[in-house]
Nanobody, 110 residues
Framework: QVQLVESGGGLVQPGGSLRLSCAAS???????MGWYRQAPGKQREFVAG???????NYADSVKGRFTISRDNAKNTVYLQMNSLKPEDTAVYYC?????WGQGTQVTVSS
């Protein structure tokens, strides 16, 4: 079973940017890769997804600000986050089928 490890989270001011990475232990070629997030006291929610064929899907709340990409050769998925808002604060998780990473904390605060 594939294992996923996220990195790149941190503290950033409103309007700032971060790039999250998700490194997989094996090929991600067959997977639809996704990013989800969970804020304190809230349910985990979908953020962005990308198929191997290149189709992408975003939550309305992040459209135009976040970009998901994948590098199958490196078994890695990225989430470029721009124009960050305090409401983007959450633990961000990478997903492949039924597998989840451990999450990386993103905090947007001045």
């Amino acid at each position: 079973q594939v294992q996923l490890v996220e990195s790149g989270g941190g503290l950033v001011q409103p309007g700032g940017s971060l790039r999250l990475s998700c490194a997989a232990s094996e090929s991600i070629f067959i997977y639809v890769m996704g990013w989800y997030r969970q804020a304190p006291g809230k349910q985990r929610e979908f953020v962005a997804g990308k198929t191997n064929g290149g189709a992408t899907n975003y939550a309305d709340s992040v459209k135009g600000r976040f970009t998901i990409s994948r590098d199958n050769a490196k078994n890695t998925v990225y989430l470029q986050m721009n124009s960050l808002k305090p409401e983007d604060t959450a633990v961000y998780y990478c997903n492949a089928d039924t597998t989840w990473g451990q999450g990386t904390q993103v905090t947007v605060s001045s």
